[in-house]
């Protein structure tokens, strides 16, 4: 059995009690000034017994405690004057020095004075002037050793007594952002980085910042990086475009370097730790392209003071077009979706970020026609934000008659009441599989096209004053990443549960944009359709799903198929190899915007489309899958069914030819 003395002696020298510099977070200022004054003190005594080896003693005029008292009383002022307690000593800086160099020689200029004021009462000096010099360099050189003591000291524990290991990194640029970066990270407790040096274009020969080396980016991030024997590097804000940044992070994932993004230093969160800012960078930043940017005055004079509409408002997309449209101040925005707890986390968010804008929630299917019916009573709409949709691939393959009720009839039953009700415009969510369709979902979304179009163009015919009718446009584009099922978040999700990672075949592309930029296009396509338009943005080069699961796996910090399998799992029901932005048949008209484009696509009479749709819509809901795909295929020739069971419709219309 242990002695109670044995037990106190293991607890007093356990790691819980173990000392760590770093927990003692400032000394008070009073304890500074003290100890200021000791060093004052400390260096007119030992200027004292430097000048007595000189065989040089002090003047008669006062007492040797009054000429002290006078010293110590005058750098004491100063002290207090140019408040050198007032900073925290471990994270000292050159201010810091200089206050100390200004309230040490401002007591040298003020002994001198009084010195001179001797001379002339009393014909004889207090002080020697040789020893006023002597005790300025002393005093000066203990307050500011102490201070540099105690910073060297505070490092030194920081490192010693860390419970987890450095990441070192190198900061990618030497601009002010990433200098400011640097020396946040170098301060920060508990320290997670450990800042080996910058890189900059521009050629530096022994330039050091922070004391830390720049090297100039004449070869490869990955050669620079082992060069400075860092593990990871650091994005600056904006330092680099798209195309040198996506060069950068491809030559540190393949040589296994860890890859930060930093907002700029103005865009910090007071409320987040400095580390916590950085984050890993993520996929939306690989996309080999500039960020989309738009102008917001357009779509300011379509929102602004408008009763406006977005149904499909809780989904990733109608979510983030409502965030957007809130922005510009709309008389009142109104939202409409079936899932009821999407829609509730939604009116917490917006109530809050808000709390001035008049929302109203709306619970309601989009073919419940008396319901919206209802809605469009009780306020006058004046756009239309239709997102409403079902837009899973396999599911819908599996479930067509939900698929044609909700984006076909319920695009139809939305469209007519704003023609009835005079909404000035209705834009439409479209998705580029509507294009040469391969499955059900993409032909439902093809036939509401279809639809919103030849109505325009019936009401032009049938109104005189065009500025009467309701003005249909249609927007069209690829994956949205980080939206609800789509395969960003599936990927994430797979790499934390180790894997593997699926994907359904190796030579699988898409085209990605993020949820803002394609949110955002759709309120500029809005802004700028006068009717009738379907339009498509370009969206940069399509990625290959296969190098996209690979960056994911190499982002997170594991070698693919070795720490995580990628596992082909075979294309699912409907899915085809890769999407188009354009059918076969289409032509393209430029806009004022480089990266929006208008697709001239053939327009079918509305009657036809019309008598069509009521068919498919009937079968639909007497849920005769079959004959519902098949009339769906009379429509939109071009739907051809891709590994899916509907494939035979595709056998027997080629026999019948």
Not at 70 to 81: E, K
Request: some cysteine; aromatic content about 8%.
């Amino acid at each position: 059995m242990k002695s109670k003395l044995q037990t106190a002696i293991e607890n007093l020298f356990s790691d819980d009690n173990k000392l760590d510099i770093r927990n003692i977070r400032y000394l008070p200022r009073w304890a500074v000034l003290f100890i200021d004054t000791v060093l004052v003190t400390f260096s007119l005594f030992l200027t004292y017994y430097l000048l007595k080896d000189l065989h040089i003693v002090p003047l008669k005029t006062l007492r040797v405690s009054q000429q002290i008292g006078l010293l110590v009383g005058v750098s004491f002022v100063f002290l207090l004057l140019f408040k050198t307690y007032a900073g925290l000593i471990r994270h000292s800086s050159y201010m810091d020095a200089l206050k100390l160099f200004f309230a040490s020689v401002s007591t040298f200029l003020t002994l001198l004075i009084v010195n001179l004021v001797s001379l002339t009462i009393v014909g004889q000096k207090i002080f020697i002037t040789t020893g006023l010099i002597v005790f300025l360099f002393i005093s000066f050189s203990a307050l500011f050793i102490f201070r540099l003591a105690v910073k060297q000291l505070y490092e030194y524990f920081k490192v010693a007594q860390r419970e987890e290991e450095l990441i070192k990194a190198v900061i990618v640029g030497v601009d002010d952002g990433a200098i400011s970066i640097a020396a946040a990270l170098d301060i920060e407790h508990p320290q997670r980085f450990l800042i080996q040096g910058f890189t900059s274009v521009r050629q530096n020969k022994s330039l050091r910042i922070l004391g830390k080396p720049v090297l100039e980016m004449n070869a490869p991030i990955s050669t620079l990086v082992r060069k400075l024997d860092a593990q990871a590097i650091i994005f600056s804000g904006n330092t680099l475009n798209a195309e040198e940044r996506y060069a950068l992070v491809k030559d540190c994932l393949e040589n296994d370097i860890k890859v930060y993004n930093s907002p700029l230093v103005i865009n910090w969160s007071e409320n987040t730790t400095v580390t916590d800012q950085l984050k890993s960078l993520q996929i939306e930043d690989l996309l080999n392209r500039e960020p989309i940017v738009l102008n917001a005055r357009n779509k300011a004079i379509q929102i602004s003071n408008k009763n406006i509409l977005v149904t499909g408002g809780a989904g990733s997309i109608g979510s983030e077009i409502v965030r957007q449209v809130a922005t510009f101040n709309p008389k009142r925005l109104i939202i409409l979706d079936q899932a009821e707890s999407p829609l509730h986390a939604l009116q917490i968010e917006l109530k809050d970020k808000f709390p001035d804008l008049k929302i109203s929630f709306v619970i309601c299917d989009v073919v419940n026609k008396k319901r919206l019916r209802v809605l469009f009573n009780a306020y006058k709409i004046d756009v239309i934000y239709h997102a409403a949709a079902y837009k899973h691939v396999p599911l819908m393959e599996d479930n067509p008659s939900e698929a044609i009720q909700t984006n076909i009839l319920g695009t139809k039953l939305m469209a007519d009441l704003a023609t009835e009700f005079g909404v000035g415009h209705f834009v439409m969510v479209s998705t580029d599989k509507a294009v040469n369709p391969s499955n059900v979902m993409g032909a439902s979304k093809r036939a509401a096209e279809m639809y919103v179009q030849s109505l325009f163009f019936e009401q032009k015919e049938l109104v005189a004053d065009n500025r009467k009718i309701t003005k249909f446009i249609t927007t069209r584009f690829g994956n949205v990443l980080g939206s609800n099922g789509s395969v960003v978040p599936l990927f994430k999700k797979q790499i934390e549960a180790g894997g593997p990672v699926t994907i359904t075949h190796p030579d699988i592309i898409r085209y990605f944009m993020t949820i803002p930029e394609a949110c955002q296009l759709v309120l500029e396509a809005g802004s700028m359709g006068k009717g009738g338009e379907i339009f498509i943005f370009d969206m940069g080069e399509p990625v290959k799903i296969m190098d996209l699961a690979e960056k994911m796996i190499k982002l997170a910090g594991y070698t693919p198929n070795e720490d995580i399998h990628i596992k082909i799992t075979g294309l699912r029901p409907g899915e085809k190899l890769y999407e188009e932005l354009l059918s076969d048949k289409s032509k393209t008209l430029p806009t004022h915007h480089d990266k929006i484009m208008i697709s001239e696509d053939e327009t079918k009479e509305y009657h036809l489309v019309n008598e069509s749709i009521k068919e498919i819509v009937l079968a639909a809901k007497e849920n005769m899958n079959n004959k519902t795909v098949a009339k769906l295929k009379q429509l939109i020739p071009e739907f051809k069914s891709n590994n899916s069971e509907f494939e035979i419709l595709d056998i027997q219309v080629e026999k019948q030819k």
